[in-house]
RNA sequence: GCCCGGGUAGCUCAGUCGGAUAGAGCAUCAGGUUCCUAACCUGAGGGUCGCAGGUUCAAAUCCUGUCUCGGGCGCCA
């Protein structure tokens, strides 16, 4: 709508001798605070010093000039602002057959199309159960592959499994290998506890990351059956919310490729031996002035690798199988990241895309606290899950009505993290968490849900055609919100920002339950068009919350 | 100390490339169900957009300084 807008304003100003592109104008057109003002508006200010004229003057100018075009109800100047109001009519007809011509196809589109995209996200340490804190990394990887795949890209999505840590060893060193997925948290703790205090156990617990480095058949078995225990346990959890992956990547696996790193960067010369240490100098990128020395240390100073060395052999490898990679790391990975980057240059490699992700505190009586595993101060996943899918029992129960308590429930707790801003924490009170009113999960399912049952009550079986009568507020602002997914969908991948669909949802729920309170649809004379929204709304919805992963019912 | 993010209503958050009267939810108060699902809707109160300067016809938005919270800054991953 605004390029058919500045298409008009174009022509329009060459009468006044100001060329300016389509694009230009449609940069300055935007959305007024009020509908009762217009559906677009242009400020005419910026064009008074290009014409030297008074802006007011031009807004009047430009007006009766337009008023000859077609596809405008009205035109208005208000101060030195161009209100259009469109021809409602049209635009609704427009719309709604474009949502019921591409129904699940609506909002997509081919800018992915033949492009091959790797998106690595959660990678949790295989050490315990994950907390909520960790759920943000996977929430946001599985909507951005869903945005991704909506626009055609050609997305796999992998998990790195870090079996060669510290974490591990102290497991190892702990004798979990016996123990039960559930049973690993507490033991984690205790272990960790005792390492921190004792220098010497901590010795022990490098001692077995060295055995495993060098090829201890023994050792390494116990790695691998803790490793399998946490990553089962974990998957499994995640799988019970709809995350899946595509392959998972073993950062065992690159032990060697990572000494063959490690050679090839000692041939650019940027490394040096610290006492024992290797190290690589960054003097001169823009990790300086971010380090008060700036280094990425790749080796310990027993000689065995450290974690960014086996990263950068992985991020080689994922490059050269597939050459747009997209990780999410929280936001204690910023200038790591950075580091691994500025490794990659130096290696002359192109190097992924990172979407960081701010943490979620612990928020109690107005105080927020980080979680810690180590420390046992969490808020399990598994945990907040249960206790949602009670609370969803609980209201069924109480209403009396049918609907899935674990796809509700799940919504709820996706929501909650997906729809603030990823570069804002996330201050988590169970309370808030487990509302299922207002901005949440459930409003948007119940939202879906109200809509397909007016399309199941309804006897209107017409559905060939549609003529408006009349129009209220109501339902042209739902029209409107239907017809802006496309461009939230955009936004979305443009940021990698899922957030923008969270919102956007909810904008649009509101919408329907608005209109759904002041307008009948079943036996009002406008039933045949409005059963065209309700229809509308309910595919819109669904696309959009599909992209955070979010399931429709039918009822609830 | 330096670098990167936040700071908007009592609380949790939106706010498009700088535009008109800064918006939601929760909480509080007042209403709405013989009618398609009240997990809903309508209304009220509640704001020095952290603070101070600057740029601009116009600043929550851009610039500078400052306070504050979170993250990071060599052998964790």
């Known amino acids: 709508m605004k390029s058919e807008i500045s298409r008009v304003l174009v022509k329009v100003l060459k009468e006044k001798d100001l060329v300016l592109s389509e694009k230009e104008i449609e940069d300055k057109i935007e959305i007024p605070p009020s509908s009762e003002l217009g559906d677009y508006a242009l400020p005419c200010f910026f064009l008074a010093a290009k014409l030297r004229e008074n802006p007011v003057k031009i807004a009047n100018d430009l007006r009766n000039k337009i008023e000859r075009e077609k596809g405008f109800e009205k035109i208005e100047v208000k101060g030195a602002y161009l209100n259009f109001f469109i021809d409602k009519r049209s635009f609704i007809q427009k719309t709604i057959k474009e949502v019921l011509d591409k129904k699940e196809k609506y909002g997509s589109s081919d800018i992915g199309k033949d492009k091959k995209m790797m998106v690595e996200h959660t990678s949790i340490n295989p050490n315990a159960s994950p907390h909520v804190g960790r759920s943000r990394n996977a929430f946001i990887g599985d909507s951005l592959v869903k945005v991704l795949r909506f626009l055609n890209h050609n997305v796999e999505v992998h998990y790195l499994v870090n079996d060669v840590s510290k974490q591990i060893a102290m497991l190892v060193y702990g004798k979990a290998d016996n123990l039960k997925f559930e049973a690993m948290l507490k033991k984690y703790i205790s272990v960790a506890a005792k390492v921190k205090k004792s220098k010497k156990s901590e010795k022990e617990v490098f001692g077995l990351l060295y055995k495993f480095e060098h090829n201890d058949k023994e050792t390494i078995k116990r790695f691998k059956k803790i490793t399998k225990i946490a990553v089962d346990g974990q998957t499994k959890i995640l799988r019970n919310l709809g995350i899946r992956y595509d392959k998972f990547d073993y950062e065992s696996d690159y032990i060697t490729e990572s000494q063959k790193v490690l050679e090839n960067l000692k041939k650019t010369g940027k490394i040096f031996n610290d006492d024992g240490c290797w190290v690589l100098d960054l003097k001169g990128t823009k990790i300086e002035g971010q380090m008060k020395s700036p280094v990425l240390v790749l080796t310990r100073s027993d000689g065995t690798g450290l974690y960014p060395l086996r990263d950068i052999a992985y991020t080689l490898d994922k490059i050269s199988k597939t050459k747009e990679n997209i990780v999410v790391l929280g936001e204690d990975q910023k200038l790591y990241?950075?580091?691994?980057?500025?490794?990659?240059?130096?290696?002359?490699?192109?190097?992924?895309?990172?979407?960081?992700?701010?943490?979620?505190?612990?928020?109690?009586?107005?105080?927020?606290?980080?979680?810690?595993?180590?420390?046992?101060?969490?808020?399990?996943?598994?945990?907040?899950?249960?206790?949602?899918?009670?609370?969803?029992?609980?209201?069924?129960?109480?209403?009396?009505?049918?609907?899935?308590?674990?796809?509700?429930?799940?919504?709820?707790?996706?929501?909650?993290?997906?729809?603030?801003?990823?570069?804002?924490?996330?201050?988590?009170?169970?309370?808030?968490?487990?509302?299922?009113?207002?901005?949440?999960?459930?409003?948007?399912?119940?939202?879906?849900?109200?809509?397909?049952?007016?399309l199941r009550k309804s006897k209107n079986k017409t559905r060939k055609f549609f003529n408006i009568k009349e129009i209220s507020d109501k339902e042209f602002q739902l029209v409107k919100n239907l017809s802006e997914f496309p461009e939230m969908v955009l936004n979305s991948y443009k940021n990698l920002n899922p957030s923008i669909i969270a919102n956007y949802s909810y904008d649009l729920a509101q919408s329907f339950n608005e209109f759904y309170h002041s307008c009948k649809v079943i036996g009002d004379e406008n039933e045949n068009f409005r059963i065209f929204l309700v229809e509308s709304f309910k595919i819109v919805l669904k696309n959009s919350l599909n992209l955070l992963g979010i399931e429709t019912i039918k009822k609830m």
């Open 337 to 454: 990241f950075q580091q691994i980057v500025e490794a990659l240059k130096l290696l002359k490699s192109p190097y992924p895309k990172a979407v960081h992700y701010s943490f979620i505190l612990l928020s109690e009586k107005g105080k927020s606290r980080k979680m810690s595993t180590r420390k046992g101060d969490v808020v399990l996943l598994e945990d907040f899950v249960g206790d949602a899918i009670k609370k969803a029992k609980k209201e069924i129960l109480k209403r009396k009505t049918k609907g899935d308590a674990k796809k509700i429930a799940i919504a709820a707790v996706k929501y909650a993290v997906l729809k603030i801003s990823p570069n804002k924490s996330i201050n988590f009170n169970l309370g808030d968490a487990l509302s299922f009113e207002g901005d949440t999960g459930p409003y948007l399912l119940y939202s879906y849900a109200r809509a397909c049952s007016i």
